[in-house]
Nanobody
Framework: QVQLRESGGGSVQAGGSLRLSCVASGFPDSRYAIGWFRQAPGKEREGVAASDRDGSTNYADSVKGRFTISKDNARNTLYLEMKSLKPEDTAMYYC?????????????????WGQGTQVTVSS
């Protein structure tokens, strides 16, 4: 049974940084795709960063150059490093993972989700 558990959210001022973590369990090996999504109140969930089974990454235009997705296979842990945070980055952030993913920024591609962690950026 696959489980994902996020941590690392919090409140920061604009320009600050946060690192989100997501511990994955239940996959038979490390070859799975990962994604980070966010949902702000009243808005649809959007993909912000993804990494496919081979480690190729993809980012939403709104976070390019500021966010970095990575995976530590030895620790079964996914990360989202966020820098130069803006108030519009405020949202609930979710990690997602699955074995076969075509469009990593599409939430419909993933069957496994974490519970979410809140990120709040104040101006």
């Amino acid at each position: 049974q696959v489980q994902l558990r996020e941590s690392g959210g919090g409140s920061v001022q604009a320009g600050g940084s946060l690192r989100l973590s997501c511990v994955a369990s239940g996959f038979p090996d490390s070859r799975y795709a990962i994604g980070w999504f966010r949902q702000a109140p009243g808005k649809e969930r959007e993909g912000v960063a993804a990494s496919d089974r081979d480690g190729s990454t993809n980012y939403a235009d709104s976070v390019k150059g500021r966010f970095t997705i990575s995976k530590d296979n030895a620790r079964n842990t996914l990360y989202l490093e966020m820098k130069s945070l803006k108030p519009e980055d405020t949202a609930m952030y979710y990690c997602a993972a699955d074995v076969w993913v075509v469009d990593g920024l599409a939430d419909t591609e993933y069957n496994y989700w974490g519970q979410g962690t809140q990120v709040t950026v104040s101006s």
